[in-house]
């Protein structure tokens, strides 16, 4: 059964260099691979080394870091690029040719069957090296799918380890994505990889219907970073798990989760996005009167993840008009105060008074707790 057997494939600093303020240095490159490597990541996907001179040096390092993660690099189907891999010490290659009607046109104008010979050559090259292969239809989705199926069958034939499936354009619906990755599951032997852009918002929810429609590698990145708005990210696609098992993300080092997103926001020049699963500093902080009451009294009311999992704590948030009496008196209990419910029902209606008036802030309404003790 799909969800079993799945690795996670990052792809910061390939896709994610892609991304419109991100641009690595050699060390910044080293330490995000060393931060991916901690959390646990099964691969880590550099830029290729034809693209620049110190792409091609910072893969030879990090290759020969002795990483737990398997070092693969994203090529264009060529003979030149394989084999520039291959001696940067590559342990995988992942090929790339664009399949779909728009993008052959704009970009190399081949036919399938040109796809198909070209893909020959430079997978027995890769053959006779221990790395290894993986082969993606650029604009998977946008390819119609009998002629899909015939470039995956043949590149099986030929002994790729993986096929991949991109939504390179992020146009792709779960819905689609879980029936075209179950037509490629019934048809090729090998694994299955996943990427799928975020253009339309369902990046994480495309690759969860890979997963489960028989994909066994899913690309992600730091925050989601890459190409426009970016594909799925490491910590979405850990959250989207979690909530169905946690024993499905075990084998993560979870609590190192926000720091990596962290430090990747730092070096990209942007603020970790409020809306991000499990980093975003408002993922479990809790406003409404409704809310906070039945959070405080059984966390698992209003939150499908446990922050403590990843390193994180709940907050309640008091100093607002929403307030409810049950939060006023949690949080005169960490003051060390004791609230009757009287009392806090009488500070709840003092702060939502002044909350009508102008914003608060927590001194205030702490002033107004400690008024208010018996
Ligand atoms: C791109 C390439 C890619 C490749 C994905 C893959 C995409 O930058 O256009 O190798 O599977 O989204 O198609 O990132
Ligand atoms: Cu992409």
């Known amino acids: 059964m799909p969800l079993e057997r799945f690795f996670l494939l990052d792809t910061t600093l390939r ?19 060393e931060a991916l490597d901690a959390v646990g990541v099964e691969y880590i996907e550099l830029t290729s080394p034809a693209a620049s001179p110190q792409s091609a040096r910072d893969l030879e390092t990090i290759a020969g870091r002795g990483l737990r993660a398997r070092v693969v690099t994203h090529v264009r189907c060529h003979p030149d690029d394989a084999r520039l891999a291959v001696e940067c010490g590559a342990q995988g290659v992942n090929l790339l040719y664009a399949t779909s009607e728009p993008l052959r046109r704009a970009s190399h104008g081949r036919d399938l069957d040109q796809i198909i010979a070209e893909a020959e050559v430079v997978i027995g090259y890769l053959r ?25 069958q043949a590149v099986a034939a030929m002994g790729v380890h993986r096929i ?46 890979a997963l489960e429609a028989g994909a066994t590698h899913i690309d992600v990145t730091v925050l989601g970073i890459g190409e426009r708005n970016g594909i799925a990210s490491l910590s979405g696609m850990i959250a989207r798990l979690a909530t169905l ?37 408002f993922a479990f902080h809790h406003k409404a009167g409704l809310h906070t009451k039945a959070v405080l009294r059984d966390p698992r009311s209003y939150e499908v993840l ?24 949690e949080r005169a209990r960490e003051l060390g105060i004791y609230l009757s419910e009287t009392a806090a029902r009488q500070a709840a209606a003092r702060i939502k008074a002044l909350g009508d008036e102008h914003e608060l802030d927590s001194t205030t309404v702490d002033e107004i707790l400690y008024e208010f003790a018996e």
């Not at 792709?172 to 090998?190: F, K, L, S």
């Open 15 to 33: 896709e994610g260099e892609q991304f419109a303020t991100a641009r690595f240095t050699s060390a910044q490159r080293l330490a995000v691979a």
């Open 128 to 152: 006779q090296h221990n790395v290894e292969i993986r082969f993606s239809a650029e604009d998977t989705f946008r390819t119609d799918l009998p002629a899909l199926l015939r470039v995956y």
């Open 164 to 209: 991949g499936l991109a939504d390179t354009v992020g146009i792709a619906t779960p819905r689609q994505v879980y029936d075209v990755v179950a037509r490629v599951r019934a048809a090729v032997g090998c694994d299955i990889e996943f990427h799928g852009h975020n253009d339309a918002g369902c990046a994480i929810a495309n690759a969860f219907c």
């Open 245 to 281: 098992d946690p024993s499905l993300v075990a084998r993560y080092d979870l609590e190192r989760l926000p720091d990596l997103d962290r430090m990747v926001a730092d070096l990209v020049g942007v603020p970790v996005p409020f809306d991000a699963p499990i980093s975003s500093p």
């Open 306 to 329: 446990d922050p403590a999992l990843f390193g994180r704590n709940r907050t309640v948030a008091v100093a607002h008009r929403l307030v409810g009496w049950h939060a006023v008196a």
